[in-house]
């Protein structure tokens, strides 16, 4: 038995981890804002691992907690319930696309994920899965070794919470590299190439969102060794923290 996963929120993201959790044996426990009857259907496909729950009751089911609401919800996380616990932040900050924004990420004085730190001040946060889709989830995920074998960026403060969230990736089909601390996590956040771009190649130039989102369910998926993740996040320069949409032609 590898332990239980929680998930707050069901989303995009949320279901695709809940759904490679279950593939790697764990159990899930899944919530989202609307309540644990609106997720039947997810459950159903799930099947016995998963159980519904409200996010109070997924922060203390899990001994991992995957945070996978927008940034401008981060309030909202139940902070008691989390405590002692290592929280994933999936979460990315896209103003231009949310509306939200916030001076401290904006003038680079925190990033999105020591923001999300400093309110779940007793919980260990590490960043991870913040640049995955479902679809990278299912399709690049390998066996230990094979030589094909994905790597995907972690930062955080705590060696402890990062090894549980290791053995997660690895349970997931991928190596992990280690990139630092939480102030570090500009080097794999929205707008640098560890945001996607090593995994489907750099997007068109001149498309509109829903362009982007179409391209990016079809374009063939880019293996990508630890070796490389290490040296984009090591080589990247500093971009604007939140997500940038290319203007359309």
Request: glycine content about 10%; proline content about 9%.
């Amino acid at each position: 038995m590898n332990g239980t996963l929680g998930i707050i929120g069901s989303g995009t993201i949320g279901s695709a981890i809940a759904r490679s959790a279950v593939i790697a044996g764990r159990h899930v426990v899944i919530s989202n804002s609307r309540g644990p009857e609106s997720l039947g259907a997810l459950i159903a496909e799930l099947g016995p691992l998963a159980r519904a729950a409200t996010p109070a009751e997924a922060a203390q089911a899990g001994d991992l907690v995957v945070a996978a609401i927008p940034l401008a919800n981060y309030e909202q996380l139940p902070r008691e319930p989390l405590a002692g616990t290592t929280v994933i932040d999936t979460m990315n900050y896209a103003p231009a696309m949310t509306g939200w924004a916030r001076p401290e990420l904006d003038t680079d004085e925190l990033t999105s994920s020591e923001l999300v730190q400093r309110f779940l001040s007793g919980s260990s946060v590490v960043k991870a899965f913040h640049d995955v889709n479902g679809r990278l989830l299912r399709e690049l995920a390998r066996p230990a070794g094979d030589p094909d074998r994905t790597a995907l960026p972690i930062t955080g403060d705590d060696p402890a919470a990062k090894a549980k969230v290791t053995k997660l990736i690895d349970d997931f089909g991928f190596d992990t590299v280690d990139v630092g601390s939480l102030v570090e996590s500009w080097r794999i956040g929205p707008n640098t190439p560890l945001y996607y771009e090593a995994f489907v190649g750099a997007v068109p130039p001149g498309l509109s969102l829903p362009e982007i989102y179409a391209w990016l369910a079809t374009t063939p998926l880019i293996p990508t060794p630890a070796a490389t993740v290490a040296e984009l996040a090591a080589t990247t320069g500093r971009q604007p923290a939140g997500f940038q949409i290319r203007p359309s032609a």
